[in-house]
């Protein structure tokens, strides 16, 4: 299963900005699908995720109300609405996913979109 992101770029801070991920493949079920970042110097995080079947996703303290994930799961696709962007957000942004293919459980990642807030 291939993820691909797009949606990146350079902004200002208190700016926002959508990022799009298109998962590819032969999907079966997606179990989960959403976001990771990494910083310059800092380890992978989790931002954002969204799980199948509930109404609910999980956020990082650091972006909760400002951040938002959803899916559109009849073009398995996810998307993180990012508004008050602040220079702590610049980073790689990676799409995630899990689930069931046609070869089996899945675990993929996109190839990553950098996010840059000027202050």
């Known amino acids: 299963v291939q993820l691909v992101e797009s949606g990146g770029g350079l902004v200002q801070a208190g700016d926002s900005l959508r990022l799009s991920c298109a998962a590819s493949g032969s999907i079966s079920s997606i179990n989960a699908m959403g976001w990771y970042r990494q910083a310059p110097g800092k380890q992978r995080e989790l931002v954002a995720m969204?799980?199948?079947?509930?109404?609910?996703?999980n956020y990082a303290e650091a972006v909760k109300g400002r951040f938002t994930v959803s899916r559109d799961n009849a073009k398995n696709m996810v998307y993180l609405q990012m508004k008050s962007l602040k220079p702590e957000d610049t980073a790689v942004y990676y799409c995630?996913?899990?689930?069931?293919?046609?070869?089996?459980?899945?675990?993929?990642w996109g190839q990553g979109t950098l996010v840059t807030v000027s202050s």
């Open positions: 969204s799980i199948s079947g509930s109404h609910s996703a």
């Open positions: 995630n996913a899990r689930g069931y293919s046609d070869h089996g459980a899945f675990g993929s």
